[in-house]
């Protein structure tokens, strides 16, 4: 009989928690409070948390255990069709045909959530490894950029570059300034 691989319900429950309490009071910072509170709640759910339990590391997301295991991470799917701040929920059909699927522009608050959550990621999983420079490190291995919208990509790399040279404070507090005038235009 074969036995399935062993369960970390603790380890990932406090992996996804810490996680979303790092997102959770950056957004608090910046003025982002709708989206601090229900930031990832879908990882909660039963088609993520069981994956993440199964396939949990605690140095990596278990999306990519999951994908390396059985071809697909059901667990992603399901996460990135329910999060706006995912740039993959952005993903579309061209007016263009000869553009094929291509990312649409993301509301501005979608996009510095996108960015709040990048640093919590690399918080979580590099824990004393961390730096500002981190999560710009992550994303110019990856390959993201020629799928998101050029608007998308110009935001997000300022926000990328700025957290690397200037720090977490001075970002945040750009961020925030950012984010209360476009309130108070009604753009946001």
């Known amino acids: 009989k074969k036995r399935g691989?062993?369960?970390?319900?603790?380890?990932?429950?406090?992996?996804?928690?810490?996680?979303?309490?790092?997102?959770?009071?950056?957004?608090?910072?910046?003025?982002?409070?709708?989206?601090?509170?229900?930031?990832?709640?879908?990882?909660?759910?039963?088609?993520?948390?069981?994956?993440?339990?199964?396939?949990?590391?605690?140095?990596?997301?278990?999306?990519?255990?999951?994908?390396?295991?059985?071809?697909?991470?059901?667990?992603?799917?399901?996460?990135?069709?329910?999060?706006?701040?995912?740039?993959?929920?952005?993903?579309?059909?061209?007016?263009?045909?000869?553009?094929?699927?291509?990312?649409?522009?993301?509301?501005?608050?979608?996009i510095y959530e996108m960015f709040l959550d990048r640093i919590a990621a690399s918080k979580t999983y590099q824990k004393d490894k961390y730096t500002d420079c981190s999560p710009l490190e992550y994303y110019e291995k990856g390959n993201s950029e020629q799928f998101l919208h050029p608007y998308t990509k110009k935001v997000l790399e300022k926000l990328l570059h700025m957290l690397a040279e200037k720090g977490e404070k001075r970002t945040f507090v750009y961020l925030k300034r950012v984010i209360r005038q476009k309130k108070k235009e009604h753009r946001l």
């Open 5 to 110: 691989r062993p369960m970390n319900i603790w380890g990932h429950f406090r992996t996804i928690t810490q996680h979303k309490l790092l997102v959770m009071k950056a957004c608090f910072y910046v003025g982002l409070y709708k989206q601090g509170l229900l930031h990832d709640l879908s990882k909660y759910s039963p088609s993520e948390f069981g994956v993440g339990c199964r396939y949990f590391q605690g140095t990596r997301s278990p999306n990519n255990a999951q994908r390396e295991a059985e071809g697909c991470s059901t667990a992603w799917l399901h996460h990135k069709g329910r999060n706006k701040h995912h740039y993959e929920y952005w993903m579309d059909y061209s007016t263009r045909p000869e553009d094929g699927i291509c990312g649409m522009k993301m509301p501005d608050r979608y």
